[in-house]
């Protein structure tokens, strides 16, 4: 699976962009990023658990307390995809894998 | 003096096939999977320290596109220097790198000194329009 599907993923509900915008600050306990908003607890930890599984968060525990704090690397892909050259090459690279993924069903027939 | 802010791409590809018949593809101009085939006008030398050039129509334009071969270890790698319009005139440098994964083929390409500005990124309606894209995307109800 590519890296950058959950990374856009990631960032496209306009709450888990604050989280991050919050989180670009410093890191922070959960109850600490909840504050700001009027969503429930439970719902802030869905956000969380999407940033965390795209790399964007990391999840430090301190006894009870989890400590929540910026990855911002994952970022980068998508500044990344909008670059010409990188459309230019999975082009191409789409094309090698169709031209032997063509090739090796011709061969098994 | 003003310094041109570079970046690079990373990209990945398991490819069905041996490393071997990869390599050779990936730098057979007669094999329609990469740069070199399909061109306007060509001149490919493939050892090391030769030069190759070629023209692609795109847009209404002829694009050129100039390099030199720096390493050829086949099956492998590859790694050559690119110029062309978009990237202003700087030495960028692609490297391949073709890695055996039983009987597929792990294909590692970078891109490296690209220019990371509004120019570098003009391709295909440019910038602009992909921020536009990005936007629609993320909008409510997209």
Redesign the interface.
Known sequence: MDQLSPV?DA??HPSRRAILARLSKGPARVTEIAAPFTMSLNAVSKHLKVLEAAGLVHRDRQGRDHVMELRAEPLRQ???W?????????R??N???????T??KRRTR | MTTTKT?D???E?????PAA??FD??LDPN?????FSGAKKLIFDLKKDALFNFVHHHDGKDLAHYGRFDVIERPTKVQYTWMSP?TRGLESLVTVTFTTKGEDTL?S?T?AN?P?DDY?????G??KG??KK?GD??SPGA
């Open positions: 856009l960032i496209s998508v500044t990344q909008l670059h010409p050259y990188e459309r230019y090459w999975s191409q690279l094309r090698l894998e169709d031209h032997f993924t090739k090796k | 970046m791409i990373k990209l590809r398991t490819i069905p096939a018949e990869v593809a990936w094999t329609p999977v990469n740069p978009y294909v390409l891109h690209l990371d570098g990124r003009a391709h295909d440019g910038w992909y921020l990005l995307k993320f």
